[in-house]
């Protein structure tokens, strides 16, 4: 984990949920950044579109989901700049935390 992922991690979580913060990250992007998931093509460009997915065979919706946190811009107020620096999207990622746990992602 780069040394700024793990400094936003220690500001913005309690120190027990640390090593989980790391590793939903680590899971979500690869500590990368710069990661995108973007599905919206998949139902004509739309956010939230319906589509189906053929790999797990069951529908699903679209997605744009940036950064570290993999934060999905279609469903959370953020800018794509604020997704991929380590501090602006852990500082949103503990609030979600806060509010939702681990179950948000």
Do not use: K
Request: proline content about 4%.
């Amino acid at each position: 984990m780069p040394p700024e992922g793990r400094e936003a991690i220690a500001r913005y979580f309690p120190r027990d949920q640390w090593e989980s913060g790391a590793r939903v990250s680590q899971c979500e992007s690869g500590w990368r950044q710069d990661a995108v998931n973007d599905t919206r093509y998949l139902a004509g460009g739309q956010c939230g579109g319906r589509y189906f997915h053929e790999r797990l065979q069951v529908w699903a919706q679209t997605e744009y989901s940036v950064g570290p946190w993999q934060i999905d811009l279609c469903q959370h107020a953020l800018s794509v700049a604020e997704a991929m620096d380590w501090d602006s999207s852990t500082r949103y990622a503990a609030g979600l935390w806060s509010r939702r746990g681990w179950r948000a992602w």
